[in-house]
């Protein structure tokens, strides 16, 4: 059974910072794409940034790009995001999820969820101005 845990997340103030974890089970890292999204209270759930597995590279969305860092320990088959600067705008349930496919099209692959097979629980930041 495949189980993606998110954790790490609460409430900080504007211009603070936040490290997520996802850990995960029932699946290789090394094959699957990694990715984190969020969805902010009446807004539709977007890309944050993904680990394409085939080449081991990172994709940002713009709104990540500059602050965001994710990375990777396969051997503790966890990611992590950490996010620095934060603005209120970045308030929402953070989600992890996992994807095998083989096309990499970093504008899709961070715009439609419904490309990714798995998800995990989410786990709520809260960005205080």
């Known amino acids: 059974e495949v189980q993606l845990q998110a954790s790490g997340g609460g409430l900080v103030q504007a211009g603070g910072y936040l490290r997520l974890s996802c850990s995960i089970s029932g699946l290789n890292l090394a094959d699957y794409n990694i990715g984190w999204f969020r969805q902010a209270p009446g807004k539709e759930r977007e890309g944050v940034a993904y680990?394409?597995?085939?080449?081991?590279?990172?994709y940002y969305a713009d709104s990540a790009k500059g602050r965001f860092t994710m990375s990777s320990v396969n051997a503790k088959s966890t990611v992590y995001l950490q996010m620095d600067s934060l603005k209120p705008e970045d308030t929402a349930v953070y989600y992890c999820a996992a994807d095998r496919r083989e096309s990499n099209v970093p504008s899709i692959l961070l715009k439609l969820r419904q490309l990714w097979d798995y998800w995990g629980q989410g786990t709520q930041v809260t960005v205080s101005s």
């Open positions: 680990i394409y597995s085939r080449n081991g590279r990172t």
